[in-house]
T-cell receptor
Framework: GAVVSQHPSRVICKSGTSVKIECRSL??????MFWYRQFPKKSLMLMAT?????????EQGVEKDKFLINHASLTLSTLTVTSAHPEDSSFYIC????????????FGPGTRLTVT | QQPVQSPQAVILREGEDAVINCSSS?????VHWYRQKHGEAPVFLMI?????EQKGHEKISASFNEKKQQSSLYLTASQLSYSGTYFC???????????FGQGTRLTINP
């Protein structure tokens, strides 16, 4: 149980274009999804928290107009990187939580974004 | 505020034991432990809720000292498959999000 998928696993795009990353909970309903960014050999940095049917809550320093998050259903959240630049290249990982009291989060396999 | 993990890195021979610590300056509701292998997503190991409980998962166990706001992950008789970077994620009372430590890189050699 507790399987989370992400698509695509790798994407290369040109500067100025937009990229959409999907995060799905396959066998449970995710009331909350989280989006992280991870640089090589670094920790997981939370970008935003997304509750189903609500606007995402962004962490300080994360541009909400650049990183658009939608959580339209209990099994799907999307992250769109708009007008991507090379500095946006990174490993993006989502996690999903079923909203239990203990708050377990289960991570997707991640998406490697390279902006050329 | 990011929790502090120690040590930053450890190298073991197969069969040896290791302890990884995670300390927070804030009052915590829970501590979550994950292992991440290179290029992969973190894998959930276990969660410790406030109350000072200790949990076990095969040869991997953990404890949470609520008074000290510190959690420790114990790896006994380590196996090659235990290699990876271990992260603790801390959750404060009333919060949804986890804040992750900087990670501890564990290398197990034959």
């Amino acid at each position: 149980g507790a399987v989370v998928s992400q698509h695509p696993s790798r994407v290369i795009c040109k500067s100025g274009t937009s990229v959409k990353i999907e995060c799905r909970s396959l066998d449970f309903q995710a009331t909350t999804m989280f989006w992280y960014r991870q640089f090589p050999k670094k920790s997981l940095m939370l970008m935003a928290t997304s509750n189903e049917g609500s606007k995402a809550t962004y962490e300080q320093g994360v541009e909400k107009d650049k990183f658009l998050i939608n959580h339209a259903s209990l099994t799907l959240s999307t992250l769109t990187v708009t007008s991507a630049h090379p500095e946006d290249s990174s490993f993006y990982i989502c996690s999903a939580s079923a909203g239990t009291e203990s708050g377990e989060q289960y991570f997707g396999p991640g998406t490697r974004l390279t902006v050329t | 505020q990011q929790p502090v993990q120690s040590p930053q890195a450890v190298i073991l021979r197969e069969g040896e034991d290791a302890v990884i610590n995670c300390s927070s300056s804030k009052a915590l509701y829970s501590v979550h432990w994950y292992r991440q292998k290179h290029g992969e997503a973190p894998v959930f190991l276990m969660i410790l809720l406030k109350g000072g409980e200790q949990k076990g998962h095969e040869k991997i166990s953990a404890s949470f000292n609520e008074k000290k706001q510190q959690s420790s992950l114990y790896l006994t008789a380590s196996q090659l498959s235990y290699s990876g970077t271990y992260f603790c994620g801390t959750r404060r009372v009333g919060a949804q999000k986890l804040v992750f430590g900087q990670g501890t890189r564990l290398t197990i050699n034959p």
